[in-house]
């Protein structure tokens, strides 16, 4: 079925769409869309020709009218398919410690194989999938000198598309049997990027995973634990990802530094030694004016947030907009019980204790979540105070980086167990009655002592995290807490 061109009507419905709906329902829309393969654009929040032809496109796919009119039953249909596509791969967004960048990464593909000489690597089991970040600094090394360089078809690598946009470049092409994309970005000689190379036989997977991940991409989220500048070696190739293919298994690696673009030397490195369902159709956009996260306390439906996102609310929406039948409030220490009737996912083990000063950390949540833009986000820091503001024994201060759609979610250790809660940093601010700013390395959780002396008081049966449990990767305590960490809204507020 052809589509319909955009024309003076696609011009009226473009200035409806963006007149009449919120930015974060426009951005969502464009993000479902990337997963469903209908659109490879810029996460805006401006509908015009390319979003327009998206939505038609997936509507002429589906046997719907191609008019560009969201209605109830494509909404459904969109979100059914998006949801799909995305938990095919289990992206979170990842905080990479080692080169400061923020990295969508599909978790349910890859497994992490710990820092390189330049950044860090993700590859699948079966080396189908390989994910690399990658930091230059300190070298001499320009954005453009690696992107003429990168640019530069060679016998064992060929170059589709490159486009160097001044402070950043992308390139895509293929390499073998895999097809790759890079992206990088610079802040002086600061040089950040990322890499993606997939089998063609997991294209169907990976190609709406690296349309959202090049959008989500932040290169410069964070500072790097330390500077990233590899020793030379002796020898020289013409590609900072150069692969070498033997029975479809990657044999080396290469990073580069060099001060004349003209000139590049290369360098080897050696080579380094693991659904959401979908969501209930539902009758309406809701209307919301607060959103945060929450986490699965108990088998029979009680959910952990925070106080200030669900008091004052008409109702509240858990998850797959379930509606929470019950709610229970201590507005003095932040706290809140949700309470629903349908499956919310396993239970989160409670830890009795607070954690060490200095433990690695996760915060998990939904920043800044739109109704569409649903992605879990994962940030990695560390207990940095066992401490609040003022010496307020009820908080913990904590380096992870998080936002307000935080609040609520859990922080957990590297063996899965809930050690706080997360409170937004400004919430913490007004809660403490502060009046200055605070470094943006300096965030809040609710103690887990005060967490569960709530849950106490209100008999809910927590289960107690065990607390000789081993320490694991990034990703796979992440992957052993995500599905019980959900989205709550407050409709009505």
């Known amino acids: 079925m052809a589509t319909p061109s955009f ?20 951005k969502g829309l464009q993000i479902r869309l990337s997963w469903t393969g209908d659109y490879a ?9 390319s979003s327009l032809r998206a939505i038609r496109d997936f509507q002429a796919r589906h046997g719907m009218v191609a008019d560009g009119v969201i209605d109830e039953a494509m909404l459904r249909l969109l979100i059914q398919k998006s949801d799909g596509a995305e938990a095919a791969t289990g992206m979170a967004l990842i905080d990479d410690a080692v080169t400061g960048q923020r990295v969508p990464l599909p978790m349910r593909l890859v497994e992490d194989l710990g820092p390189t000489d330049v950044g860090h690597l993700w590859r699948a089991a079966d080396k189908t999938v ?46 073998g049997d895999h ?93 380094p030694a693991p659904a959401k369902a979908a969501p209930a159709p539902v009758a309406q956009k809701p209307e919301f004016d607060m959103a945060g996260s929450g986490f699965v306390v108990s088998d029979d439906g009680w959910l952990l947030t925070n106080a200030h996102v669900v008091r004052a609310c008409t109702s509240v929406l858990v998850g797959e907009q379930q509606v929470a039948t019950k709610t229970i409030l201590d507005t003095d220490n932040d706290l809140a019980l949700v309470k629903v009737d349908g499956a919310v996912g396993e239970p989160l083990a409670m830890s009795v204790t607070k954690p060490r000063l200095g433990e690695d950390v996760l915060a998990l949540g939904y920043p800044l979540r739109s109704i569409l833009a649903d992605s879990l ?24 980086p998080v936002q307000p759609g935080n609040s609520g979610g859990p922080l957990v250790d590297l063996a899965g167990r809930v050690v706080g809660v997360v409170t937004a940093k400004l919430n913490a601010v007004a809660v403490a009655d502060a009046t200055g700013d605070i470094p943006q390395s300096i965030n809040f959780a609710v103690r887990p002592d005060a967490a569960v002396a709530f849950l106490d008081r209100n008999a809910v049966a927590y289960e107690t995290a065990d607390a000789s449990l081993p320490l694991e990767s990034v990703p796979d305590a992440t992957a052993a807490v995500k599905d019980s960490v959900l989205p709550i809204i407050c409709v009505g507020r």
Request: hydrophobic content about 40%; aromatic content about 10%.
């Open 179 to 271: 097809d790759y994309v890079m992206r990088f970005s610079a802040k002086g000689g600061d040089l950040r990027g990322f890499s993606v190379s997939y089998a063609k036989d997991r294209a169907k997977v990976m190609r709406p995973y690296v349309a959202v991940a090049g959008n989500l991409f932040e290169p410069f989220a964070g500072e790097p634990q330390a500077p990233l500048v590899a020793s030379r070696e002796p020898n020289a190739f013409s590609a900072l990802l150069a692969r070498s293919h033997t029975n479809g298994a990657f044999e080396s690696r290469y990073a580069m530094a060099s001060v004349d673009p003209k000139q590049p030397n290369l360098f080897e490195m050696p080579s």
């Open 377 to 400: 986000n994962v940030t990695r820091g560390n207990v940095s105070s066992l401490l609040g503001l003022a010496n307020d024994e009820r908080y913990l201060q904590i380096s992870a």
């Open 130 to 175: 390989e994910i690399e970040t990658v930091r230059i600094a300190g070298t001499g090394q320009t954005l453009r000198g690696l992107f003429d360089v990168l640019s530069t078809p060679t016998p064992d690598r060929s170059v589709a598309n490159a486009e160097f946009g001044g402070e950043w470049f992308t390139l895509d092409g293929n390499a």
């Open 7 to 26: 024309g003076a009507q696609g011009s009226q419905l473009a200035v409806a769409y963006n007149d009449q709906t919120d930015l974060d329902f426009r």
């Open 41 to 49: 654009g810029a996460y805006d929040g401006q509908i015009a020709a």
